[in-house]
């Protein structure tokens, strides 16, 4: 009997240690955002537009489908926020999208409420395809390389892997 007590009080107090230390354990992290499109129209729907969120350090992506207006939730592991490494992107939607390096991911930073995040950028995307103006330079990196090798443009060459042995 006096076993059983000792017991109970031994519950009791770990479940009060337990508490005490994680009380972070129970407040999830929601990243709250919005998709926007530049050429579409007033009313168009917004709905089941992919958002993917990566942190760093986190093996698993959080998805988030957006609703009619653009706006998306997803819950975040709130040990990868704290530490502001993480981005989200458009993955896709019911229909082909178009979408800037810069316009397509985002930064994830902490909003005004303790619990909520937010994209630190607007992710938009256009449903026609765009014109080269509008998709920015695709200038290629060059390298600098010595002209006295008299090789042409750096820019000007393809990796590639030489296949050996085909049978």
């Not at 009060?16 to 129970?26: E, T």
């Not at 129209?41 to 998805?63: E, P, W």
């Not at 316009?103 to 607007?122: F, H, M, R």
């Amino acid at each position: 009997m006096a076993y059983a007590h000792h017991h109970q009080v031994l519950l009791f107090a770990l479940s009060l240690i337990i508490i005490r230390i994680h009380p972070s354990a129970c407040q999830q992290q929601i990243l709250e955002g919005k998709v926007s499109c530049l050429d579409c129209t007033h009313h168009y729907h917004f709905s089941d537009i992919r958002v993917s969120v990566k942190c760093q350090g986190v093996n698993k992506l959080a998805m988030a489908t957006t609703e009619d207006d653009g706006s998306f939730k997803v819950a975040l592991p709130s040990s990868s926020v704290n530490n502001n490494n993480c981005i989200a992107k458009i993955l896709g939607g019911p229909v082909q999208l178009y979408a800037s390096r810069k316009n397509q991911v985002s930064e994830i930073v902490k909003g005004k409420d303790q619990n909520i995040c937010t994209i630190s950028a607007p992710l938009s995307f256009m449903t026609s395809r765009p014109n080269k103006k509008q998709l920015g330079s695709s200038k290629t990196v060059d390298l600098p390389l010595p002209p006295e090798w008299g090789l042409a443009p750096s820019s000007y060459y393809v990796p590639f892997i030489p296949i050996i042995g085909i049978p």
